[in-house]
């Protein structure tokens, strides 16, 4: 379970980037995040994985403060970022076996990564080929594979479809609905709405580092995202002073 | 894991078009520059040989020990085995220390000095690849290590793991260097082959011990420069900053402060010039010329009715009277001069120290002094062969001057034929090693301080790293 309990973070040029931020994502559930650029998304991901400390408040990884105990609370989660180059000179399976050992998971044979592979949807013969010869949306795979091979709780991913071509992306959701399946907490930032639309349990809108929306899927059933989303990010409603739906 | 950090990193790296680069430029330059250090120092060993038998050929020729004395005796340098890695100063001194009744002896007849387009480009030696050259790869090995990994998003991808970030600068640093490592140690093992199998060289236990301290002091100069860059890489957001700040760094190191360094000095601690002091030693000859000749014609003068009296007693007496008088007038000469060389050479010696002080800021110039102290081809080593042959000018002039006196035959005027036999011959005793290893500590010292200093500098920095 991922949870962010009034996260507020202030950067030392005084811009506060995240204001009393609090949601939980509960396991089997996929939250989406909304927001124009700066609203906070990445701010969010990087507090959950320790990367900054928060101003004050607290971000939970499997009931574990991120602040007080970032390694015990990494343990928990998998992450995977918008546009990782990962290491250009290595195979996709060298580099899934560097991250899996990172990740702990010393014991996979090659077997093992080539099934994960083929389970992201990466062409067979790509596996042993080097990576900075791969398009985006085979790198983004092989980001996937990784998150996979960890086979942590919780997920955190950081806008990942942005860029993919149409098959990659639906490869790309059907993959964390398997992750929800399974009873991983999935948490994504993304500006794609079309795809979040698809898979997300609940959504979120976030604004100059609050969350200004926050909805189930039941609540979007009779509503439109696409209007929603302009509405949120164009002006903040004057009734969204305490995040509607929380 | 620090085990798979060091591990993908040498992966990673040899993997990499640099590190063929680096390895195939390593493997030329390193080759190359012990070929020619082993031609050279062949082709001195040959010189040296020949001009030790030219030498003693051409006194042997002399008719009389006049014309000896004339001519002197020629002190030839030994080439140091070691210049084949370290050229040091030994092709811009000369090689040659003529030593004569009047003049103070110096080292002549440089290989710069007879063919002046050497000094233009230098020595190509190892210990130049090691300072320019193998320095600027160790940049480029590190400069991307910490934020090439930020941009490529794999460190951010890494550290989402339960990783300790101290681990992982370890494993970056030890897989790193290893990496830098391989494309020298290959080399660097063929030109010791090389070295072992070449018919004419052959090194001693001493010298073994020498090339491995050299050879320690290349991996720690290169290590200063790994861990800068380490150290720059973890301060920078950029690996594009981080190239131009390491680029700036190794030109102010490696070219701005050794010569600043001697220009301040030569400010700070000036020095007469050699010219001014020949003429000063010329001047002081040619007084003591003119008084010798007045002494000797006052001599005769007082001692002229002693020649009809018994002429055989007087020119006994003339003879003795040469003998001491020379031997007088030399040493008035030899301290003359000797004094002139004392006040110049420690008014040298304190600018040459605060030059060697001021520039060891630099692990270039610690390098330099230190390989060069190791290799015995520096400028300690060179004052402590002139210092011999200076030690060694009045022990063969005292031996010119007896003999020129004893073999004057006033009544014939003939000379006697000359001998070397019992002609003192110029000892030159090497260094031990262990006197240089003292000498060159300090350099080790350096160097060891500035690797620690950076990376410390490089893993508190990456503690605190924003990975974002």
């Known amino acids: 379970m991922l949870e962010a309990i009034n996260l507020t973070k202030r950067y030392e040029d005084g811009e506060l980037a995240l204001d009393g931020l609090t949601f939980k994502v509960e396991p089997g559930e996929i939250f989406c995040m909304f927001g124009a650029n700066g609203a906070g998304k990445t701010t969010t991901i990087n507090l959950l994985l320790g990367f900054i400390p928060p101003t004050s408040g607290s971000a939970l990884i499997e009931g574990v403060d991120v602040a007080k105990d970032p390694l015990g609370a990494k343990r928990h989660v998998s992450f995977v970022s918008e546009n990782v180059m990962l290491y250009g000179n290595f195979t996709a399976i060298q580099n899934l076996d560097y991250f899996s050992k990172l990740a702990g998971k010393r014991n996979l044979a090659k077997k093992d990564y080539a099934e994960v592979l083929d389970r992201v949807g990466l062409q067979k013969e790509a596996f042993d080929r080097r990576v900075k010869n791969f398009s985006k949306g085979m790198r983004q795979k092989l980001g996937i594979a990784i998150a996979v091979v960890k086979d942590a709780p919780n997920v955190l991913l950081d806008e990942p479809t942005s860029g993919l071509d149409p098959q990659s992306g639906r490869e790309f959701l059907e993959i964390l609905v398997q992750m929800r399946d399974k009873g991983k907490s999935v948490f994504m930032s993304t500006h794609d709405i079309f795809r979040a639309k698809l898979i997300a349990d609940r959504i979120g809108f976030m604004r100059k580092g609050k969350l200004v929306m926050m909805k189930t899927v039941q609540d979007l059933a009779h509503e439109d995202l696409t209007d929603l989303y302009i509405q949120y990010m164009e002006e903040q409603p004057a009734q969204a002073a305490a995040p509607s739906g929380i | 894991m620090l085990r798979d950090i060091i591990r993908k990193e040498i992966l990673d790296n040899i993997t990499s078009p640099k590190f063929v680069f680096t390895f195939l430029l390593c493997t030329i330059l390193i080759l190359l520059s012990v070929y020619t250090g082993v031609t050279n120092y062949r082709a001195e060993k040959k010189e040296y040989t020949a001009s030790l038998a030219l030498n003693k050929k051409n006194m042997e020729a002399q008719p009389n020990y006049n014309s000896l004395a004339g001519i002197g005796i020629k002190v030839s340098k030994p080439p140091q085995v070691l210049g084949t890695v370290v050229t040091g100063i030994e092709e811009a001194v000369g090689r040659v220390a003529p030593v004569n009744i009047a003049a103070d002896p110096d080292l002549i007849e440089s290989k710069y000095g007879s063919n002046p387009v050497f000094a233009v480009f230098g020595a190509l030696d190892l210990m130049f690849i090691v300072k320019i050259v193998l320095s600027l790869f160790a940049i480029l090995f590190t400069y991307d290590a910490i934020v090439g990994e930020k941009e490529k998003g794999t460190l951010k991808l890494a550290l989402s793991n339960d990783l300790p ?121 040619q007084q003591i010329q003119v008084e010798g000749q007045k002494s000797v014609r006052d001599w005769v003068t007082k001692n002229q009715a002693d020649a009809a009296k018994d002429p055989k007693a007087w020119q006994d007496k003339f003879r003795q009277y040469l003998q001491d008088y020379q031997q007088e007038l030399t040493n008035k000469i030899d301290q003359n001069n000797a004094a002139l060389e004392r006040d110049y050479q420690q008014k040298k010696r304190a600018q040459q120290n605060l030059a060697v002080n001021l520039s060891r800021i630099s692990p270039a110039s610690a390098l330099t002094f230190g390989s060069m102290t190791l290799a015995r081809t520096g400028v300690d080593e060179y004052d402590r062969f002139l210092a011999s042959v200076r030690a060694y000018k009045p022990i063969y002039t005292k031996w010119i001057n007896s003999k020129l006196g004893q073999s004057i035959n006033f009544q014939t005027g003939e000379q006697a034929k000359i001998s070397l036999d019992d002609m003192p011959q110029h000892v030159y005793e090497q260094e031990w090693l262990s006197r240089s290893f003292v000498r060159a500590v300090p350099d080790f010292v350096l160097l060891a301080v500035l690797i620690i200093a950076f990376f410390v500098g490089a893993y508190v920095s990456f503690l605190r790293y924003d990975v974002r």
């Open chain 2, 165 to 285: 970030r101290d681990r992982l600068i370890l494993g970056k640093a030890i897989g790193g260097y290893i990496s830098l490592l391989l494309p020298l140690l290959i080399p660097l093992l063929l030109s010791l082959i090389f070295l072992i199998v070449m018919p004419d060289i052959s090194l001693g236990g001493q010298d073994w011990g020498r090339l491995l301290l050299i050879f320690l002091m290349f991996f720690l100069y290169l290590s200063v420069f790994f861990s800068l860059g380490l150290f720059v890489s973890a301060r920078t957001s950029r690996s594009s900053t981080s190239f131009l700040v390491l680029l700036f760094a190794w030109v102010v190191i490696v070219m701005v402060i050794p010569k600043a360094a001697v220009i301040t000095a030569a400010q700070a601690r000036p020095i007469p010039s050699v010219h001014e002091i020949t003429a000063k030693k010329d001047a002081y000859l």
